[in-house]
């Protein structure tokens, strides 16, 4: 399997789109409820609501011989806003290259301080890659309570 990181094109929007809502509906089974992950994806998203959502961020894809594989995006502020990979990918490092990837395009940016918002299941990613606990917070989407965890991560010079 051939992987590739690269900036997202137009034409990506769609997949994105599809690809959170498997990422969400497979891949955080167990952490959150039913009801939670419903409400946190209740549909896969169009190419129009993708381009909308992510306007004037990074957006970084990770792709395999399948197609899309991931993708982690950046504001200009500073936030890793989404970070997906397709569930068949969970685990298999390209969720560290995307990872990688991104932060250097923080530091070309001259960004030095990173923040997310991380599901419970992405929270031991983050960890793991040397972002330290804020705070766990309550979040509502679509009126619906649940928790994620507010990191950050700061840049070393170099």
Same mark, same amino acid.
């Given at each position: 399997?051939?992987? +590739?990181?690269?900036?997202?094109?137009? $034409?990506?929007?769609?997949?994105?789109?599809?690809?959170?809502?498997?990422?969400?509906?497979? $891949?955080?089974?167990?952490?959150?409820?039913?009801?939670?992950?419903?409400?946190? /994806?209740?549909?896969?998203? /169009? #190419?129009?609501?993708?381009?909308? *959502?992510?306007? &004037?961020?990074?957006? @970084?894809?990770?792709?395999?011989?399948? &197609?899309? #594989?991931?993708?982690?995006?950046?504001?200009?502020?500073?936030? @890793?806003?989404?970070?997906?990979?397709?569930?068949? +990918?969970? &685990?298999?490092?390209?969720? #560290? *290259?995307?990872?990688?990837?991104?932060?250097?395009?923080?530091?070309?940016?001259? @960004?030095?301080?990173?923040?997310?918002? #991380?599901?419970?299941?992405?929270?031991?990613?983050?960890?793991?890659?040397?972002?330290?606990?804020?705070?766990?917070?309550?979040?509502?989407?679509?009126?619906?309570?649940?928790?994620?965890? @507010?990191?950050?991560?700061?840049? /070393?010079? &170099?």
């Amino acid at each position: 399997m051939t992987d +590739r990181i690269r900036l997202a094109h137009c $034409g990506d929007m769609a997949g994105l789109g599809r690809l959170w809502h498997d990422a969400v509906h497979t $891949g955080a089974v167990g952490a959150y409820d039913a009801s939670q992950l419903q409400a946190w /994806s209740p549909s896969p998203k /169009s #190419a129009a609501f993708m381009t909308e *959502r992510l306007s &004037g961020q990074i957006i @970084l894809v990770g792709e395999d011989d399948e &197609g899309l #594989a991931g993708f982690f995006t950046l504001t200009p502020e500073g936030e @890793l806003d989404m970070a997906y990979v397709r569930p068949d +990918r969970k &685990g298999d490092g390209m969720a #560290a *290259r995307l990872h990688a990837a991104i932060l250097a395009e923080a530091r070309q940016r001259d @960004l030095s301080t990173l923040t997310v918002q #991380a599901s419970h299941i992405a929270r031991k990613f983050f960890e793991k890659h040397g972002w330290t606990l804020v705070q766990t917070q309550t979040v509502r989407p679509n009126g619906v309570e649940m928790q994620n965890h @507010l990191m950050v991560l700061h840049l /070393s010079e &170099g």
